[in-house]
DNA sequence: AATCCTTTCAACCGCGCTCGC
DNA sequence: GGCGAGCGCGGTTGAAAGGAT
């Protein structure tokens, strides 16, 4: 759509815009007490020239003094925005370029809605213009029940926000510390990010800590990147670099609706149901019943989003960066830039017909986002120790009770992950790494095609049994987990309260945050504790609690750590 | 042609931060 | 430390253009 540019506007001006502002009636007439009515509204070229002369005599900043000094009937604030978003020299106009596009969308899951900062890296773009192009991208996205951020720039978000998560210490967060925003929060690389380029499934080695969990959601890209599949959108997941995870209730949990493309693996490293070859599709495709199974990783924003349905409703999308995921989003093909209407087409059709979820699996009901957590973690805290045992061992074979239950995991090449194995991971020995390239699989014939058999793999010297046959999901595991698992079962029931939660109890619960804690790192982990021992009303002592996001007031899901 | 709806953009508003007094 | 001015930022609103019906 085009629209009149400022300068188009200017020469079209409405008749009553055309007269000197000293001159107009309107709003900046004088009242009563003589005292100059500031003007509002579109500003007009007489305006302009004025606000330019001014500037150029004076300079920038004191803007109250321009009504002063000019008689322009305008409000310092109305001059400064005036100067910043039209009359700046070395503004550039029109459209967005596709680079510039990308990079807004690269800034974003960075930085959130730091309009001004990100504008700070688009010359000649004002923070206004971004933001506006960013509201309309949301809505449109909203509206196509499309995921915001591509997978790659979710899985850099996730790295660079775990990056700076916590600098010595300090909250990047804190209020006065621009400087250390701008420096250690949030800041972006000048040499930047892999450019989107979903294909290649990149790994940047220049954050390596967190490479290790990057790395599997890559290569689930990479591996999807081609796919017919559902299920390759990788969720935004976690905006950290916005808010310190334990201060911000910010949730490494994103709900995927119809596909269970929920990065568990990128927030926790875990790997996925998706099996990493591209043109096995009948595999990827078995998978599904599985994944869906296991509750389609709803994240419910007071709508219990169905895994079986896009969620093409309105639920505001505020979106720091990777935080929010529309339900509908998920189950989609990633492909590479450009972004925007291309990526907003890419994505047209959620998960339907044979890709229906839920409804006839495991779970009789999207549980969400904290069911698969449930289980992802009590998975993860077996397989962790299994893992751990394994280092002297090399020998145990994983039945990971409930992972089966949750999720699959992708028996992708452990090889190729062991690339990405960084030591220096501050995730350390728990992280996707370690306990992938050891544990990883279970293969992806842990369909629910293929859960009727016992299935057994060995992937790189660690046997795999996936637990269909031994581990049926039986109507009492169904009620318990419905119960236990569902959001808002977790919200209203006494699971949050140590130990004392019905049904799961608290051993699970133990188990999870317990995995969660380890995989979240020692650091993370003892900032968890930190704060569960605060006890504020925020930060329950343990567990998982569902909050707002501080900066935007979206739902979230909090971890809390395992009290001692 | 008229009307309604959607999209885009400019501008306003409120809040919070910094700085000087 | 308190206060106010100046300023920046992010959210929201409203007008206008284009598209759809």
Redesign the pocket.
């Known amino acids: 759509?085009?629209?009149?540019?400022?300068e188009g506007?200017d020469s079209?001006l409405?008749k009553d815009q055309i007269e000197s502002p000293l001159t107009e009636e309107g709003n900046s007439a004088r009242n009563v007490n003589g005292q100059t009515n500031l003007?509002?509204?579109?500003?007009t070229a007489a305006e302009d020239a004025i606000l330019m002369e001014y500037v150029k005599k004076h300079g920038e900043?004191?803007?109250?003094?321009v009504q002063k000094h000019s008689g322009l009937s305008?409000c310092?604030?109305?001059c400064?925005?005036?100067w910043a978003?039209?009359l700046r020299p070395n503004l550039k106009k029109g459209?967005f370029t596709q680079e510039e596009e990308q990079i807004i969308i690269e800034l974003h899951s960075k930085m959130g809605?730091?309009?001004?900062?990100m504008a700070a890296h688009l010359p000649g773009r004002t923070?206004?213009?971004i933001?506006?192009?960013w509201?309309?991208r949301i809505?449109?996205r909203q509206?196509a029940g499309l995921p915001l951020y591509p997978p790659e720039v979710s899985s850099h978000a996730y790295r660079d926000g775990h990056r700076s998560f916590k600098i010595g210490g300090a909250d990047c967060r804190s209020?006065?510390?621009?400087d250390h925003l701008l420096h250690n929060c949030y800041e972006i690389p000048d040499v930047t990010f892999d450019r989107l380029k979903p294909s290649q499934g990149r790994i940047s080695n220049s954050v390596p800590e967190l490479a290790d969990i990057i790395t599997p959601s890559a290569m689930l890209m990479k591996g999807l990147g081609d796919s017919s599949q559902y299920g390759s959108f990788s969720s935004p997941l976690i905006h950290h670099g916005q808010k310190r995870l334990r201060e911000s209730s910010t949730s490494p949990l994103y709900s995927g609706s119809g596909r269970n493309d929920f990065s568990f693996s990128e927030s926790f490293g875990l790997s996925f149901p998706f099996d990493s070859d591209p043109n096995d599709i009948n595999k990827n495709q078995q998978q599904q019943p599985l994944n869906d199974a296991q509750g389609g990783h709803t994240l419910s924003y007071g709508n219990n989003f169905s895994a079986s349905k896009p969620s093409t409703g309105a639920v505001k999308l505020?979106l720091p960066s990777l935080q929010y995921i529309d339900s509908g989003s998920w189950g989609i093909i990633y492909s590479p830039p450009p972004l925007l209407e291309s990526v907003d087409t890419f994505i047209q059709s959620p998960p339907t017909a044979g890709t229906t979820v839920g409804s006839n699996s495991t779970s009789p009901r999207n549980s969400g986002l904290l069911d698969a957590l449930l289980h992802e973690a009590k998975a993860l805290s077996g397989a962790k120790n299994h893992c751990s045992s394994e280092k002297s061992s090399n020998s145990s074979t994983v039945t990971p009770d409930d992972i089966a239950d949750s999720s699959t995991l992708n028996a992708c090449d452990a090889a190729e992950w062991d690339n990405y194995n960084d030591p220096l991971s501050p995730l350390g020995h728990t992280t996707a790494t370690s306990f992938l390239s050891k544990c990883t699989p279970i293969s992806a014939s842990g369909s629910s095609l293929d859960e009727q058999k016992p299935h057994i793999e060995t992937v790189t010297g660690c046997e795999i049994k996936s637990e269909a046959a031994d581990r049926a999901l039986t109507p009492e595991r169904e009620r318990e987990r419905d119960t236990i698992t569902s959001p808002d079962a977790l919200l209203t029931s006494d699971w949050l309260e140590q130990g004392s939660g019905s049904g799961y109890g608290g051993k699970d619960q133990v188990v999870m945050t317990g995995a969660i804690a380890a995989l979240l790192g020692d650091d993370l982990s003892s900032d968890y504790k930190q704060m569960a021992a605060a006890g504020t009303s925020s930060a329950p002592s343990q567990g998982w609690v569902l909050g707002s996001c501080p900066w935007?007031n979206m739902p979230a899901v909090c971890q809390m750590s395992e009290l001692p």
Not at 1 to 6: A, G, K, L, P
Not at 39 to 43: A, E, S, V
Not at 175 to 178: A, F, I, L, R, S
């Open positions: 759509m085009s629209r009149m540019t400022n506007k079209v409405p003007k509002k509204g579109p500003w900043g004191n803007w109250n003094a305008r310092g604030k109305s400064r925005l005036r978003n039209h459209a809605n730091k309009w001004a900062r923070d206004n213009e933001k506006n192009y509201n309309t809505k449109r509206r209020k006065g510390h621009h505020e935007n």
